[in-house]
């Protein structure tokens, strides 16, 4: 059974940077295309980007480029950053791993999803 | 970006009753290749979301058969044919025709 773990800090300070890891346990990193979501009470569930091991990625343009997802394999984990954060950026933010056939659709497997808060 | 509308989006349903849910989007979601490019996820009480259907009218894995999708082109369904009390949660549409995917609000089903 695959399992996706999010973590990093859970307190962030305004300007600097978000940092989180999603561990992947049961399946592998080097296959299928992997996500972070985030959610928030004034968004709702919002798409931030994908990576796949090749490390091709693609992100919302919403981010502005402040955002920046990387890959791990031989951790077999993946990782999110999000420079010059705001309050804006407060969410429960989850990994997910797409579909067989799909790049950021078919969500089947979501990690519990970590709270960020960002305050100073 | 794409937009997508949910009504309602609030629905309280008498288990054993049918329930529907409307998802329309700003463009088409008709893919090339004939599918229509949507899903349905539903975020039950203090977890994920968890995928329902895909591709407009596939069961995910393990999902139950009294919940059909249905629907093309902008305008779209969920259908749960008999609610059962375990059905409770905000249901979210989503497309994935486009970079960036966006989601529906939600719909949160509670029990009348």
């Known amino acids: 059974q695959v399992q996706l773990q999010e973590s990093g800090p859970r307190l962030v300070r305004p300007s600097e940077t978000l940092s989180l890891t999603c561990t992947v346990s049961?399946?592998?990193?080097?296959?299928?295309?992997w996500n972070w979501i985030r959610q928030s009470p004034g968004k709702g569930l919002e798409w931030i980007a994908y990576?796949?091991?090749?490390?091709?990625?693609k992100y919302n343009p919403s981010l502005m480029s402040r955002a920046t997802i990387s890959m791990d394999t031989s951790k077999n984990h993946f990782s999110l950053k999000v420079n010059s954060v705001t309050a804006a950026d407060t969410a429960v933010y989850y990994c997910?791993?797409?579909?067989?056939?799909?790049?950021?659709?078919?969500?089947?497997?979501w990690g519990q999803g970590i709270l960020v808060t960002v305050s100073s | 970006e794409i937009v997508m509308t949910q009504f309602p989006l609030s629905l309280p349903v008498t288990p054993g009753e049918p329930a529907s849910i409307s998802c329309r989007s700003s463009q088409s979601l008709l893919y090339y290749n004939g599918n229509n490019n949507l899903d349905w996820y539903v975020q039950k009480p203090g977890q994920s979301p968890q995928l329902l259907i895909y591709l407009a009218s596939n069961r995910a894995s393990g999902v139950p058969d009294r919940f059909t999708g249905s629907g093309s082109d902008t305008d779209f369904t969920l259908t749960i044919s008999r609610v059962e009390p375990e059905d409770v949660g905000v249901y979210y549409c989503m497309h994935t025709v486009e970079t960036p995917p966006t989601f529906g609000q939600g719909t949160k089903v509670e029990i009348k």
């Open positions: 049961g399946g592998s990193t080097s296959s299928y295309y």
């Open positions: 990576i796949y091991h090749a490390g091709y990625t």
């Open positions: 997910a791993r797409a579909g067989v056939r799909a790049m950021y659709s078919e969500f089947d497997y």
